[in-house]
C-alpha cells in the first residue's frame, strides 16, 4: 500500500519538491514531479539545476528519450508512467494513478485554497486506509 506523506505550511511549494526530490534520490530512488501545467513544469526544471547548490539532479521531461533512465521526471504528463517509487504532487487534485507508487508526498501551500484542497485529499486517502505521515514545515522553520 502507498506510504503519503503531507508537506505542510511549505512557504515556496516548487523549492520544497526540488528538495525532496533531491533527498530521494540522494537515497537511490526514482522520482516523478507531477506539476499541474506546462510553466510549473518549466519553473521545477529550472530550480532543479540549481539545487542543491552544491550538486546536479539528473532529471528530464517524460517524453524525452532519457526518461526511462533518469532518475528524477519533471512533468504535468504523467504517462507512461516510467516506474512506482516516489510521486511528488504538485497538483491541486488527487493523482488518480497515486496508488501505483510506493510513496507519495503532497506538499502544501499556506495558501487557503491549496490548504483546503490538500484536506479534501488528506480525507480521500483516510478514509481508504491509507497510513499518512504529517510534517508541519513551520516547525522546522522555528528550529533554523
Excluded at 26 to 49: C, F, N, S, Y
Excluded at 58 to 86: M, W
Excluded at 90 to 95: A, D, G, S, T, V
Aim: hydrophobic fraction near 40%; proline fraction near 5%; glycine fraction near 2%.
Amino acid at each position: 500500500m502507498t506510504q503519503i506523506d503531507f508537506y505542510t505550511r511549505a512557504d515556496d511549494k516548487l523549492a520544497t519538491a526540488c528538495r525532496l526530490a533531491a533527498k530521494a534520490f540522494q537515497q537511490g530512488l526514482r522520482v516523478l514531479v507531477l506539476t499541474p501545467d506546462a510553466e510549473i513544469t518549466e519553473r521545477v526544471d529550472r530550480l532543479l539545476w540549481t539545487t542543491p547548490s552544491t550538486g546536479f539532479i539528473p532529471h528530464c521531461r517524460n517524453a524525452s528519450p532519457l526518461a526511462e533512465v533518469t532518475p528524477v521526471i519533471v512533468d504535468h504528463e504523467a504517462e507512461p508512467l516510467r516506474h512506482d517509487e516516489v510521486l511528488i504532487n504538485l497538483r491541486r487534485e488527487r493523482p488518480a494513478f497515486f496508488s501505483r507508487f510506493q510513496r507519495l508526498v503532497e506538499i502544501v501551500s499556506m495558501d487557503e485554497t491549496d490548504s483546503q484542497a490538500a484536506r479534501e485529499r488528506y480525507r480521500f486517502y483516510q478514509r481508504r486506509g491509507y497510513a499518512i505521515r504529517h510534517h508541519d514545515l513551520s516547525a522546522l522553520r522555528g528550529r533554523a
